[in-house]
T-cell receptor, first 115, second 116 residues
Framework: DGGITQSPKYLFRKEGQNVTLSCEQNLNHDAMYWYRQDPGQGLRLIYYSQIVNDFQKGDIAEGYSVSREKKESFPLTVTSAQKNPTAFYLC??????????????FGDGTRLSIL | GENVEQHPSTLSVQEGDSAVIKCTYSDSASNYFPWYKQELGKRPQLIIDIRSNVGEKKDQRIAVTLNKTAKHFSLHITETQPEDSAVYFCAASRGNSGGSNYKLTFGKGTLLTVNP
C-alpha cells in the first residue's frame, strides 16, 4: 500500500531542545516537501527537495533544517532557534516534471507543541 | 513570487444547495491549479485539479473553472452533503520554469459548512 508516513503523530518540545519529525514515502516520488499549518492559515512551505542530497529553502525556513540522504526519506528538524514551533507539520511528495506542477500527496501530519 | 487569494474564508450552505469558492493568482506563468479538501485534524486530500490548457473540468458533483486572462479559478460543488463540510484550499504552481521548481502556493482556505 503506497503512501507517506509521518511520525510521531504528536510531539512535545522542551525549551532549547531540537526535535526531528520523520517523513517516509514509498511512492517512488522524486520531490518531497515540508509545510507548516497554523490555525486559520494556509500551508506555508518550509523546505523542499527535488533530488537526493539537494534541498532548497521555502518561504519560512528560519529555525528549521532538513536532510535528504535517501529518496524515500526527508526528515525535518525543528531547532531551538524556532521560537514559535507550535503548529501542525505536513510532509508531501510528488513526481517531478520540468514544465508543469504536479499533484502533491500528503502524510497525516505531526502536531508539535511546546512543553 | 506567486500570491494566491481565496474567498470566502467561511461559507455556510443548506444541504442540496451549491457552493462556490473563488481564488485569484498573481503569476501569469502558473499552469497548474489543484484543490484540496482537509477535514479537521487530517491530511489535505486532492479532490480535483486543472491545467492551464483547459477551461473547465468536472468530476461528479465537483467542477473547477479557470480563467487565465483574469487569473482566477473557482471550485463548484453541487448538491452539497453534510460530508462535504471541511476546509478547502486552492493552490497554484508554475512548474519548473523560471527556477521556481514547481512549488505550490496555497490560499488560506475556506471553511465550508453544510447544514442538514
Amino acid at each position: 500500500d503506497g503512501g507517506i508516513t509521518q511520525s510521531p503523530k504528536y510531539l512535545f518540545r522542551k525549551e532549547g531542545q531540537n526535535v526531528t519529525l520523520s517523513c517516509e514515502q514509498n511512492l517512488n516520488h522524486d520531490a518531497m516537501y515540508w509545510y507548516r499549518q497554523d490555525p486559520g492559515q494556509g500551508l506555508r512551505l518550509i523546505y523542499y527537495s527535488q533530488i537526493v542530497n539537494d534541498f532548497q529553502k521555502g518561504d519560512i525556513a528560519e529555525g528549521y533544517s532538513v536532510s535528504r540522504e535517501k529518496k524515500e526519506s526527508f526528515p525535518l528538524t525543528v531547532t531551538s532557534a524556532q521560537k514559535n514551533p507550535t503548529a501542525f507539520y505536513l510532509c508531501a511528495s510528488s513526481i517531478w516534471t520540468v514544465r508543469e506542477g504536479q499533484p502533491q500527496h500528503f502524510g497525516d501530519g505531526t502536531r508539535l507543541s511546546i512543553l | 513570487g506567486e500570491n494566491v487569494e481565496q474567498h470566502p474564508s467561511t461559507l455556510s450552505v443548506q444541504e442540496g444547495d451549491s457552493a462556490v469558492i473563488k481564488c485569484t493568482y498573481s503569476d501569469s506563468a502558473s499552469n497548474y491549479f489543484p484543490w484540496y479538501k482537509q477535514e479537521l485534524g487530517k491530511r489535505p486530500q486532492l479532490i480535483i485539479d486543472i491545467r492551464s490548457n483547459v477551461g473547465e473540468k468536472k468530476d461528479q458533483r465537483i467542477a473547477v473553472t479557470l480563467n487565465k486572462t483574469a487569473k482566477h479559478f473557482s471550485l463548484h460543488i453541487t448538491e452539497t452533503q453534510p460530508e462535504d463540510s471541511a476546509v478547502y484550499f486552492c493552490a497554484a504552481s508554475r512548474g519548473n520554469s523560471g527556477g521556481s521548481n514547481y512549488k505550490l502556493t496555497f490560499g488560506k482556505g475556506t471553511l465550508l459548512t453544510v447544514n442538514p
